[in-house]
């Protein structure tokens, strides 16, 4: 959705909007997704993403990036933030969420890039977790390798290590805490 199409005072549900004016301010809110910021060096146009798994199983960073490519961005322009959300040492999933996420979301092109180290880090299960039967999943990783399979340069993609979950005096977090509150994220054009 562009930010002009919003109203003002009017809730907008959508996991995503685009600045299509100067000055305009976007905001998200996020509790363990990730809240993924776009900017044009040279237009100036700006957006905002709420990310997470699903998100990233239905590639709504191609489609963001597809947008900015109609608006007349060069990829080499764009740059891009990640924000804090939950770190994979708390993002735990069954097996069959984690090979279903592997098979929507992960691009196989990308894949073969990688070194067999990084493939087995990305794709191995988490060893101390077994005996629960759970699995870690790095959405920031996953995020991270998207953007890079959308051709937006490594220096041009800043990712927080910061975790909502860990980090229960800065941030919200549903998986801790089962809370409704959300951070405010904002980008500004």
């Known amino acids: 959705m562009f ?7 009017i809730k907008t549900d959508a996991d995503g909007l685009v ?37 990233l199983e239905t590639k709504i960073i191609k489609n963001m990036v597809n947008i900015f490519e109609n608006l007349g961005t060069y990829r080499d322009n764009l740059i891009v933030a990640i924000g804090p959300a939950i770190s994979k040492e708390h993002y735990l999933v069954d097996k069959i969420t984690l090979q ?14 990688l070194t067999k180290a990084e493939k087995d880090l990305c794709l191995s299960d988490s060893n ?13 990783r996953s995020a991270y390798r998207q953007l890079l399979n959308e051709k937006i340069p490594n220096t041009n993609i800043d990712v927080s290590n910061l975790c909502t979950y860990k980090l229960k005096n800065e941030f919200n977090s ?4 089962k809370t409704f509150s959300r951070q405010w994220n904002f980008i500004s054009s």
């Open 174 to 177: 549903w998986r801790r805490s």
């Open 3 to 9: 930010g002009s199409h919003s109203e003002e005072g």
């Open 19 to 55: 600045g299509n004016k100067c000055n305009q301010n976007l905001w998200v809110y996020t509790a363990d997704c990730m809240p993924i910021f776009f900017a044009d060096k040279m237009t100036r146009n700006v957006a905002t993403l709420h990310c997470g798994r699903k998100g």
């Open 100 to 113: 279903n996420f592997h098979r929507n979301a992960e691009n196989k092109n990308i894949m073969v890039n």
């Open 128 to 140: 101390h977790f077994k005996d629960q039967n759970l699995n870690q999943l790095d959405l920031k």
